[in-house]
């Protein structure tokens, strides 16, 4: 009888222990979650859109301009300072319009940014994900709008623009805060405000 009784007090303490660890981790996952529920409430407060789109034409090459509409709420940018990621895509296509025929495809070309809070040098960094340039910005508004505005992106060479055709160029955006940590994602796997589309932005011009 008196060999039984340290095996139970054994078993007691492990069951105690383990209730302790599953305790530890509610808390924590209710902790991610306090965090996750006001950004997932609160992702975009307004329109996402592409405001404003051109082609400009320098050195022989067509280089695009484009404002976007970001309308994220104070609730995503104190995400950002924990150091949630967030990515923006946009989408560029060409087409030569046709009368009697549906329009060809001239060329296509998405273009990716990624925007991340670094905490060891207390900036954002911004990120062109097709060149790797970065650039680093000091308060989250600064990087919002750096983030927002196309500038002079190479899109299409003079030569294969036809001088005597009409053309239409489209603009989208995509906005995606699907690269947030593991075990953020699984608390947020319902929301669909993370992962954003915007309307596509058409204008026709001719060289």
């Known amino acids: 009888m008196n060999a039984a009784c340290p095996n139970q007090q054994n078993l007691e303490r492990r069951g105690n222990r383990f209730q302790s660890k599953l305790a530890g981790l509610a808390c924590a996952a209710l902790a991610t979650l306090a965090l996750v529920q ?64 549906p329009n060809s495809r001239v060329a296509e070309l998405t273009q990716r940014y990624h925007l991340q809070y670094n905490a060891v040098s207390a900036r954002y960094i911004l990120r062109n994900d097709n060149s790797g340039q970065q650039e680093s910005l000091s308060t989250v508004d600064e990087a919002l709008e750096h983030l927002s505005e196309v500038h002079s992106l190479p899109a299409l060479d003079k030569a294969l623009i036809a001088p005597d055709r009409r053309y239409e160029a489209n603009v989208r955006a995509k906005l995606d805060f699907g690269t947030v940590p593991f075990t953020m994602r699984l608390l947020m796997f319902w929301v669909s405000d993370w992962h954003r589309e915007s309307d596509w932005y058409a204008w026709t011009f001719q060289p």
């Open 38 to 101: 006001p950004l997932s409430a609160e992702g975009l407060a307004g329109r996402f859109e592409v405001r404003s789109a051109d082609l400009e034409l320098k050195d022989g090459v067509y280089h695009l301009n484009a404002r976007i509409d970001l309308p994220i709420s104070d609730a995503v940018r104190r995400g950002l300072t924990e150091g949630v990621p967030l990515a923006l895509e946009v989408d560029l296509d060409i087409e030569r319009v046709r009368q009697l025929l």
